[in-house]
């Protein structure tokens, strides 16, 4: 498979980013790692006759890639606020964080045993969360941690639950023109326990059939629980 | 002193080298000056009628070179006999599964050829399309094929020995049940790939990535409407077939007739998506079967029923039908048998030829009963099948002659490597092993023809065997080597043969203007019958090479023996003299004798395709296979924690290559019990890749033990019979087996997914 004819764009900070999706809106698309994305769109420019449904409509004719951008693969932590997250921080970055095993374990746990290893160190789990595919196993784990989103198009800037985030598969809160420009994982509330659970199909590189991320804060416990087809919640007090 | 000094040795694959270094070309890695890129259009539609095809602007494309749809086409029907020929290599009126071809497109590259077919306007007229069986066969269904009444293609009733009804009427017990088995795509790493050329004088060359081509040429020639003089095939380097690459397919047809349009060679690669959505797959079964049995276990009757999706045309699927119910008659012993098929026309993507050919799903099915009569008449399973086993110098109910036969050798040793005795009592005593999950041990059977007269009046095989002045000998063969090591096999019989090291042979083969016929590599044939014809064609050669050593050696030639590249004179051990100075001195001589060795073989059978009986292989292989599982009751996870397999091979002309076959069956045989699917909707493959439809990996394969039991069969080359399918026969019922035993639920259908199985262990609890 090969990819579809687009062009590609190589921006120097997020301002630009916005104002390129301010332009091309649904025709553009942001490139992270790649790894759902060019997929994706060699999937799209397929054979035509046995792709399923009529995608070739949806091939973006415009990729924007975070590549050039410095400071996005960025950790940080602070007392108060938190972990922060860039926007092209992959999979292998948080994993490899010493900061993260420390303040978040149930984060750490959930990047660390992520796919395999060629996928964790290009996924960003940025990207991974706007794409909303069914298979972003952090989702649950974030969703259990109360993380936010910060959202900035070309004029404004807001911030969002990542239990609010994803409306469902492949869909997300995010306007035509908006990126995500940062991952905050508030610390919760010491004591407290967790656990992280994954199932596959097969071996731990397919993806998941089902995953649980479980926080026990003293007199609160929050499941978040992702099936493959469907990504359902619950919640319990 | 050991017996043999080439055979019976573990030796790696001479190509192997060759292999892992990269410098083996396989079709695709094949370039020619001037080369264009061939793609296919494919029908996005399940079933409907062409109104018109426009590929004026397809043709104006920079790039593009030629186009071809159907209606250029002699519009001549293809299949495995005169009688199931249904299919166009191109759709001329009417397409009949989502991927039928349409038309085909030759440009300078991918991109451009890629473009153009979505420049090319097809006006459909879409009709009723027809995805299961059942509702195929339903009185008034629409027709797939006109010629076709209720889109049956085969409808057998094949009643043996005696009365099946009386047979019931006499069991003690009966059982019945139903089983249904999915669709499998044959996964070889290297897709199918086609190039072709003309020269001058109109001469096709086709290189494909083929396991017969012998087979293609004639197919290739019926549908191209020419000489087949004038058609020739050549196989390079093949990444597995597995059957799936026995049939020509459009990729052949199509590079060949844009070659011819274009001037130009042309090549088509199917990419990954057409491999799965559009190419041969296996052959989907339900299955009815009624078994009587006595309260000792002995087998009285059995009623098979057989209906299977056979998709859109006939490929093999007929013929899988019926080959999977007789060779049912082979494994285990029982009086009475009847026997119904019924091959059904869907517009669901071709089903075809696979490793097993009609077996596996059959398999399945006969020895999970087996398993439940054990159990429910409280008889050891690995004792029930010692009772029923087929034992040597015995004559099947279809008139197999079954000349050698370790079943029962195989049987026992898989229980006992197997540790099943141990396992099935710890069981019994309801132990279970880490974290809750349940264990349980199965077992289960198999039987198979080394090559058959199905296709033709014939099964022949023929070879060369070119002796040089230098003292090295060049094989011709016309068997297909598709990674399965027929090449190295082939050459290690005419290095024994003639005393010679295996280094010495060169092999050349399966190319249809160079070397002898072979029909190609499928009905497990290879080994059993191009063997015979390389060992002929061996031994006429040693004849020669005696007779002049004799004249030099000054002894009778039926005196003399070689070994160790000389010849000797049996009893003198002084008389002896170089092979290569016997050869050399033949030929720089006033004679100038040239040695040339030929041979063929054809096996001695007798089937009958009329009544489908009488002795249908030179010899039959036989096998068995154990499993231990552990089972999740949480999550319905499985994991096969061990796999005994033991194989009667008659004699393993390379042990390691037959532990290869063995080893590479139970990876498939794996993925077939759970994990593999080809989700298929409305027609359309909902899974074509490998990232959604998953073969097993190498961190699932099991710890495993191959045991090779040589019966050594008088037809055979050294006694050796097939096994290149026999071996993933049992893979699937004995794991299928072992999860009935850990989990006390039979889960009928393929594969055995943890959905399945959470969802009977929830039924069983209530």
């Not at chain 2, 209720?150 to 009966?174: H, I, W």
């Not at chain 2, 036989?622 to 499985?638: D, I, K, L």
Request: glycine share 10%.
């Amino acid at each position: 498979m090969k990819l579809p004819r687009f062009e590609y764009f190589s921006p120097k900070s997020l301002q630009e980013v916005s104002s390129l999706l301010a332009t091309y809106g649904r025709q553009a698309r942001v490139l992270a790692g790649g790894t759902d994305l060019l997929v994706e769109l060699k999937k799209k420019a397929s054979s035509p006759s046995l792709r399923l449904g009529d995608m070739k409509e949806t091939i973006p004719r415009y990729v924007i890639g975070l590549k050039g951008i410095s400071g996005l693969t960025r950790i940080e932590y602070s007392a108060g606020a938190g972990l922060c997250v860039g926007p092209m921080t992959t999979y292998a970055d948080v994993a490899d964080s010493s900061i993260v095993r420390e303040k978040s374990p149930l984060l750490w746990q959930g990047c660390r045993i992520f796919s395999r290893p060629q996928i964790r160190s290009a996924a960003t789990l940025v990207g991974n969360l706007c794409n909303a595919s069914p298979s972003a196993d952090i989702v649950p784990p974030l969703i259990a941690l109360g993380a936010k989103v910060k959202i900035v198009s070309a004029g404004a800037e807001r911030e969002v639950m990542v239990e609010d985030f994803c409306g469902g598969p492949f869909k997300t809160v995010l306007k035509e023109d908006e990126l995500v420009a940062e991952l905050n994982i508030p610390d919760p509330a010491e004591p407290y326990g967790w656990s992280y659970q994954r199932t596959t199909k097969r071996t731990a590189e397919d993806e998941a059939l089902v995953v649980v991320a479980v926080l026990l804060c003293t007199g609160y416990v929050k499941v978040v629980k992702a099936i493959l087809e469907v990504v359902k919640e619950g919640h319990s007090q | 002193m050991e017996k043999y000094s080439v055979i019976g040795k573990r030796l790696p694959l001479i190509d192997s080298v060759a292999k892992v270094t990269g410098e083996a070309k396989f079709t695709d890695d094949l370039a020619m000056p001037g080369m264009l890129v061939g793609k296919i259009l494919r029908s996005p539609h399940p079933h409907a009628r062409i109104v018109r095809i426009d590929v004026g602007k397809a043709l104006k494309l920079p790039g593009v070179r030629a186009v071809v749809t159907g209606k250029e086409t002699p519009g001549i029907r293809y299949g495995a006999l005169d009688n199931l020929r249904d299919e166009l290599p191109l759709a001329i009126d009417k397409v009949r599964y989502i991927g039928d071809e349409v038309a085909a497109v030759a440009a300078v590259d991918e991109e451009a050829a890629r473009d153009a077919l979505d420049l090319i306007e097809v006006e459909y007229e879409i009709l009723p399309a027809l995805f299961t069986p059942e509702e195929a066969m339903r009185p008034g269904a629409p027709r797939i094929h006109d010629h076709v009444e209720n889109n049956v293609s085969l409808a057998l009733r094949v009643p043996l020995g005696g009365d099946v009804e009386a047979g019931f009427a006499q069991s003690d017990f009966v059982f019945e049940d139903s089983f249904e088995t999915q669709f499998i795509a044959h996964c070889p790493l290297e897709p199918h790939t086609a190039l072709a050329t003309f020269d001058s004088s109109g001469k096709i060359v086709l290189w494909s990535s083929t396991q017969g081509p012998f087979y293609l040429r004639r197919d290739l020639a019926l549908t191209l409407d020419v000489a087949e003089a004038r058609v020739r095939v050549i196989k390079p380097f093949v990444g597995g077939g597995f059957g799936g690459k026995r049939e020509m397919l459009a990729g052949d047809f199509c590079a060949a007739l844009l070659a011819w349009k274009s001037r130009q060679p042309v090549k088509i690669t199917y990419d990954r998506e057409e491999e799965f959505s559009a190419t041969r797959r296996r052959v989907p079964m339900k299955i009815y079967l009624k078994i009587g049995v006595m309260k000792d276990g002995a087998l009285v009757a059995k009623h098979l029923r057989v209906i299977a999706d056979g998709g859109a045309y006939n490929g093999r699927g007929p013929m899988i039908v019926a080959s999977g119910a007789s060779q049912m008659t082979l494994v285990y012993r029982f009086p009475h048998f009847l026997f119904e098929g019924y091959h059904v026309y869907t517009n669901n993507p071709v089903t075809s030829s696979m490793r097993g050919f009609g077996n596996n799903q059959i398999r399945f099915a006969d020895d999970s009963v087996m398993e439940r009569i054990a159990r429910e008449l409280g008889i050891d399973p690995v004792e029930l099948r010692l009772k029923n086993a087929r034992l040597p110098g015995e004559t099947t109910l279809m008139g197999a002659k079954v000349a050698t036969c370790g079943l029962r050798e195989c049987i026992q040793k898989v229980a006992e490597r197997g540790g099943f005795y141990k396992k099935r009592n710890g069981r019994a005593t309801n132990a279970t092993s880490r974290q809750g999950s349940l264990r349980g041990v199965g077992i289960a059977s198999g039987a198979y023809i080394s090559g058959a007269k199905l296709f033709f009046e014939h099964d022949s095989s023929a070879a060369f065997v070119k002796v040089e002045e230098n003292g090295s000998v060049c094989l011709l063969t016309g068997a297909s080597d598709i990674g399965q090591g027929a090449n190295t096999v082939l050459a290690q019989l005419v290095a024994e043969e003639l005393g010679i090291s295996l280094e010495d042979v060169r092999v050349v083969s399966a190319d249809t203007d160079v070397t002898p016929m072979d029909l190609g590599a499928y009905g497990s044939r290879t080994t059993f019958v191009a063997g015979n014809a390389v060992l002929a064609a061996a031994r006429d050669a040693k004849e020669q090479v005696l007779e002049v050593a004799a004249e030099k050696l000054e002894a009778n030639s039926a005196d003399l023996e070689l070994k160790d590249r000389r010849i000797y004179v049996r009893g003198s051990l002084r008389k002896s003299m170089g092979f290569q100075e016997a050869v050399s001195g033949a030929l720089n001589s006033p004679k100038g004798i040239v040695i040339l060795g030929r041979g063929y073989y054809n096996p001695p059978t007798d089937y009958d395709p009329r009544t489908r009986q009488g002795n249908v292989s030179g010899a039959y292989t036989f096998a068995a296979q154990s499993a231990e599982v552990e089972v999740n009751p949480e999550t319905g996870e499985v994991r096969v924690l061990s796999l005994v397999a033991a194989q009667d091979c008659g004699f393993a002309i390379n042990p390691m290559a037959t532990e290869g076959q063995i080893e590479g069956s139970v990876s498939m045989g794996l993925g077939q019990a759970l994990y593999e699917d080809l989700e298929t909707e409305q027609g359309r493959t909902l899974n074509p890749s490998f990232a959604g439809y998953r073969i097993a990996s190498s961190r699932d394969m099991p710890p495993m033990e191959c045991h090779l039991t040589q019966t050594i069969d008088p037809e055979g080359p050294y006694g050796a019979k097939g096994v290149g399918e026999m071996t993933l026969v049992p893979t699937v019922p004995a794991i299928a087996n072992a999860i009935y035993d850990a989990i006390g639920v039979q889960i009928k259908s393929l594969p055995i997914t943890p959905e399945k199985i959470l969802a009977a262990l929830k039924e069983r609890q209530g």
